[in-house]
């Protein structure tokens, strides 16, 4: 199984451009999360999903949307991309919601803005 | 809100023991630990469920206060492969929310 797969890996955007990270999982997890990973600031959460057609804010959610069209797929959009949003993002998925399983982690996408 | 971690870092000899602290202050479903090594995707190391149990892996091992909402990670005897950042996640009770929150995490280093 290839579990969590993220698309692309490395990306370098010039500011005000816009672009899609694609989440694919192939576990049938109803949750899937997006992180950005800054130095210092640990995992922080931008959104997250129960199931197939919901989405939900986390705790830095601003700059980003996000669809669930799929139950497999999970997409982060940057609508008009700014330097604050240079990072490494991780998507992740459960089984279970409450915490009650175990999240697993795509590879990470290392985002530049410049 | 982001569970609070510390140390923020540690530096061990093999075979010297570490505990790493994480609290919430909200009442808590769950309780996740994960490693992560430079360069690499986090992996899962435990769950910790409310109900104040206590879980082990290898030489790790872990509880959970739920009454103070705290967590505790447990590494003995270390090896040099435990180095890297460690992370607990907290899924909090209130307002059904499913949100796996992460805290800053704690850079483990151990040296021979």
């Known amino acids: 199984n290839a579990g969590v797969t993220q698309t692309p890996k490395f990306r370098v955007l010039k500011t005000g451009q816009s672009m899609t990270l694609l989440c694919a999982q192939d576990m049938n997890h109803e949750y899937m999360y997006w992180y950005r990973q800054d130095p210092g600031m640990g995992l922080r959460l931008i959104h997250y999903?129960?199931?197939?057609?919901?989405?939900a804010k986390g705790e830095v959610p601003d700059g980003y949307n996000v669809s669930r069209l799929k139950k497999q797929n999970f997409l982060l959009g940057l609508e008009s991309a700014a330097p604050s949003q240079t990072s490494v993002y991780f998507c992740a998925s459960s089984y279970s919601g409450s915490g009650l399983t175990e999240a697993f982690f795509g590879q990470g996408t290392r985002l530049t803005v410049v | 809100q982001q569970p609070v971690q510390s140390p923020q870092a540690v530096i061990l000899r093999e075979g010297e023991d570490a505990v790493i602290n994480c609290s919430s202050s909200k009442a808590l479903y769950s309780v996740h630990w994960y490693r992560q090594k430079h360069g690499e995707a986090p992996v899962f190391l435990m769950i910790?469920?409310?109900?104040?149990e206590q879980k082990g892996h290898d030489k790790i091992s872990a509880s959970f206060n739920e009454k103070k909402q705290q967590s505790s990670l447990y590494l003995t005897a270390s090896q040099l492969s435990y180095s890297g950042t460690y992370f607990c996640?907290?899924?909090?009770?209130?307002?059904?929310?499913?949100?796996?929150?992460f805290g800053k995490g704690t850079k483990l280093t151990v040296n021979p």
């Open positions: 910790l469920l409310k109900g104040g």
């Open positions: 999903s129960v199931g197939e057609g919901t989405t």
């Open positions: 996640g907290t899924v909090p009770i209130q307002g059904g929310s499913e949100k796996l929150v």
